[in-house]
């Protein structure tokens, strides 16, 4: 589950993807590994596995899925942020909409991307998260 930088040290960031779609979960995870070699790769099928894991593993960003069996990945959200209330969201999701964009962005999300959109507005969201939001090395 760990990935390690060349230089044999941890990686400096860990991305969370949240996804229930197998194929999709897989999917990103080896597209995200290709885009940013450097940051540590986690995936989870679940609301209730992402708490865990994001409370030992303690990711600087999740990429959680809205619809998820089980705790849905806003209440998942809520619960993460209490827990670890510097981890970052971005929001992947079937649905389209001001409502749920803005709800989301009130629950604490820095993006809402739709899965229609992924392949383009993705990786410069992340990107630019990343950019903004790179942990502090000692």
């Known amino acids: 589950m760990s990935k390690t930088t060349a230089s044999g040290s941890e990686p ?6 949240v996804e229930d779609h197998d194929s999709l979960r897989e999917a990103l995870r ?3 590994a ?3 070699p450097d940051c540590r790769h986690l995936d989870v099928a679940s609301g209730e596995h992402a ?3 994001a409370a030992e593993a303690r990711p600087e960003l ?4 809205i619809e998820l069996p089980g705790i ?3 209440d998942a959200m809520r619960e993460i942020r209490l827990r670890t209330p510097e981890t970052k969201f971005v929001v992947l999701s079937n649905h389209d909409g001001a409502n749920m964009r803005s709800q989301m962005a009130a629950e604490g999300a820095l993006g809402y ?14 990107s630019e998260i990343m950019a903004r939001n790179r942990p502090q090395e000692d």
């Not at 400096?12 to 993807?17: A, E, K, R």
């Open 12 to 17: 400096p960031y860990t991305v969370l993807i």
């Open 30 to 32: 080896e597209w995200l």
């Open 34 to 36: 290709a885009v940013f």
């Open 51 to 53: 708490i865990a894991l």
């Open 62 to 65: 999740i990429l959680m899925d």
């Open 72 to 74: 849905n990945g806003i």
């Open 113 to 126: 991307v739709t899965k229609r959109q992924i392949h383009t507005e993705l990786i410069p969201l992340l």
